[in-house]
């Protein structure tokens, strides 16, 4: 058969802003699409999602470049569909509410190309949820109405005395450069001028922001606080409720940006609790770890052998992995360390574990070398064994103490490096004062941060409040020249962010 392979087209929403309001659909969809066709609003971290091999295309508006018009952006369209591509068509929102996507949907449809739609949550609903403003209330708003304040000749196209006489809200997308006049025909065709109002900018992103006012003084309230597009213009009695309803922009972090120095595959958790308390999160990599490739050979060995040890340490996640990795390759799984007494540095590390069904007998509470010692030295004795697969970076402080009491086998089975692949300018940001937060979660972040941003910039790092998990990592930043504006008093993640939580408290 030559058939062509067919293509198809999905019109797809992608929600109001906040990324995790993207549908399961939508994001199985980007995952998989041949390109990817998008616009302004839409949230910057969905076109990661995509494969790598995807074709992804801007037709939104952008400084001195035109827009792609509607009928170039439909015969866009047609042709990846005509190509045989499985292509989505990425909007913000939902694409039926003021995208136009109608408007493509029948150009496809009178191409013969296959499509499909999958809905977003609109801003009018889930946008203004986030603003702490439900768009109906059984008390006081039984219906909405969602207008365009994109007002052609004038606004003569929309029927402003039934507008001014609803008892529901009012919710007017694209106004804010006629929300003087909106408010004007509504104030002419007799709305009450107490009614509640509202402007809500960039709605469920941290860069929200809400003002509130009343019908008779919200263009004048939105044009002092400096309001513009993207933002929703509401009016009704639901506007009042913000004030029970808040949940969003009254969070502990909120308006606030973080820098995460951790390396790639530990930021994660870091960001997703700073994002849950509101705050905005930009991983910044100081630090990569490698597997020190000799070693290995050193620590299938000492697998084969671990019948002769009484005593196995791990002092972090890394080194978990890697030793069941070396497990694995032996076919060999968590039974093979029954018997030994098995010590966890830290509460991830003690996770790490748990995860592969072994539960550590001792966890010291503090993550400090000290404390470890203070804790074994009384379950060890001289006929006992250690094997302490470590970082190569790692202080010697343990292994001296432990080897004083028992015979200790260090095993370096990775270093931690600095990273450099990142296209983040941290300097730039600082300087624009983009940040609020610096965070160093241990002595090597703060090193090699110190090293990346350079001699000649290093008095940027003023413009930001500097982060720190615990002594250790304040002594190294201190060491560099760098201020510690803040130390965790639990040496964990937690412990780092409660510290910054009372910092942002007690700043506001
Ligand atoms: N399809 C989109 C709307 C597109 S029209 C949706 O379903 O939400 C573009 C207008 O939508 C903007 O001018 C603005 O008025 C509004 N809008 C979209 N997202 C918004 C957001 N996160 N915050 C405030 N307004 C938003």
Redesign the pocket.
Known sequence: MNEAKKGKIYLV?GG??DPGLLTLRAKAKIETCDALVYDA?VNESFLAMAPESCEKIYVGKRANRHALSQWQINALLVELGQQGKTAVRL?????Y???RGGEEGIALHQAGIPFEVIP?I???TG?LAYAGIPVTHRDCASSFQVVT?HLKDGGEALDWPVLAQTKGTLV?????KNLAAIAGNLLREGMDPATPAAV??????PSQRVVTATLATIAEASRQAGMH????IVVGKVVALRDELRFFDNKPFFGKTFLVTRSRTQASSTVEKIRELGGEAIVYPTIRIRPVPEAMDRLGEAIDALGHYSHLIFTSVNGVELFYDQLAVRGQDSRALAGLTITAIGKATAAALEERGVVPDVVPKRYIGEELVDKLSPLIGAGDRVLLPRSKNARSLVADELARLCPVTELPIYETIREDRTDIDVAAMLAKREIDYITFTSSTTAKYFAEKLGADRFDLVQNAKTVSIGPQTSKQMRELGMAVDIEAAAYTIDGLLAAAEADSAASV
């Open positions: 929403g109001c802003g609003l909007k913000g929102g939902d694409p509410v003021f995208g977003g609109p801003s009018v946008g304040g007017f997308l694209m106004g804010m809500v900018y960039r709605a469920s992103q597009a993207p933002a929703l």
